[in-house]
C-alpha cells in the first residue's frame, strides 16, 4: 500500500490511504504514523477516500494511531470512510474514540 501525506502544517497532516487497510498491507502505513508522531504531528487526519475495506489490523491500527496521539495531546480524525466502513466503525463504536465521517 502507498501512502500519500496530501498537506502537512507544523502539527498537523493529512495522510491518503491508497488501499485497504488490511493485515497484509498495515507495516508500511504503521511505521509512517508512528514516525510522523514522533516528529510532532499532534493533528492526523486520514483519508479513507481509495479504501473499501477494514480487517480488524486495520481497526487495531486506527485505535493505536488515536491513542498514541492522545497521549501526545493530539487527536486523529478519519474522512471520507465509505458506507461499508462507515457501518463497521458504528458497529463497533469507533466514533466514540475518534471523529469519523464518510464520503
Aim: glycine residues 6%.
Amino acid at each position: 500500500m502507498n501512502n500519500e501525506t496530501v498537506s502537512s502544517a507544523i502539527d498537523t497532516a493529512t495522510v491518503r490511504t491508497e488501499g485497504d487497510l488490511v493485515a497484509a498491507t498495515l507495516p508500511i502505513l504503521r511505521s509512517r504514523l508512528r514516525s510522523m508522531v514522533e516528529l510532532g504531528i499532534r493533528h492526523l487526519t486520514l483519508d479513507l477516500n481509495l479504501t473499501k475495506m477494514v480487517d480488524s489490523a486495520g481497526i487495531g491500527l486506527l485505535i493505536a494511531a488515536h491513542n498514541s496521539l492522545k497521549k501526545a495531546g493530539g487527536e486523529l480524525t478519519v474522512i471520507h470512510a465509505s458506507k461499508d466502513i462507515l457501518e463497521l466503525f458504528r458497529t463497533m463504536r469507533i466514533q466514540q474514540h475518534f471523529s469519523v465521517s464518510g464520503s
